[in-house]
Every structure is written in structure tokens, then in C-alpha cells.
């Protein structure tokens, strides 16, 4: 990601920023999506697990980035 200061608001720009938004635009309510490389955290890996959310992993065709990428869905039973 690029980092911009721009009329004295900082912004960020990038593959990395258009890939952010795109798996967040999966989302539905109560539901949380991230990126494989995000979930590989194991941090918040056993974060999410311990909050109670199970996980899904999946394949999505994310505009502008080509390919399917790997996605995960973590959402409450």
C-alpha cells in the first residue's frame, strides 16, 4: 500500500487497499471475511476462534485483482 498525505488527510492507495475493500464488500451482517494471508496471523487466528466464530474458507473472484483468491468467512453459529 501507498500512504498519500493529501490536502493534510492521509489516504492510502494499492493492490493491497483494492483487495481490503473487495473482501470486505462480501460480507453480510454479522459476518466477518479476510484475506488467507490476514487469517495466516496466528494471533488473531486463535483471536477469532476464542470470540466463538467459526470459519470458512472459500474462493472469490475479487474485481480488479484477476484470479479467484482464497477467502475466509467467520461468522457465529
Same mark, same amino acid.
Given at each position: 500500500?501507498?500512504?498519500?498525505? @493529501?490536502?493534510?488527510?492521509?489516504?492510502?492507495?494499492?493492490?493491497? /487497499?483494492?483487495? &481490503?475493500?473487495?473482501?470486505?464488500?462480501?460480507? %453480510? *451482517?454479522?459476518?466477518?471475511?479476510?484475506?488467507? @494471508?490476514?487469517?495466516?496471523?496466528?494471533?488473531?487466528?486463535?483471536? /477469532?476462534?476464542? &470470540?466463538?466464530?467459526?470459519?470458512?474458507?472459500? %474462493? *472469490?473472484?475479487?474485481?480488479?485483482?484477476?484470479?479467484?483468491?482464497?477467502?475466509?468467512?467467520?461468522?457465529?453459529?
Amino acid at each position: 500500500a501507498l500512504a498519500v498525505v @493529501r490536502e493534510e488527510q492521509l489516504d492510502y492507495f494499492g493492490q493491497t /487497499v483494492n483487495i &481490503a475493500a473487495r473482501v470486505q464488500g462480501l460480507a %453480510r *451482517a454479522g459476518e466477518i471475511w479476510a484475506s488467507e @494471508r490476514v487469517l495466516m496471523d496466528p494471533d488473531l487466528r486463535r483471536r /477469532v476462534e476464542s &470470540a466463538g466464530y467459526q470459519t470458512e474458507n472459500t %474462493r *472469490a473472484r475479487l474485481k480488479g485483482v484477476g484470479e479467484e483468491a482464497p477467502v475466509y468467512r467467520m461468522y457465529r453459529p
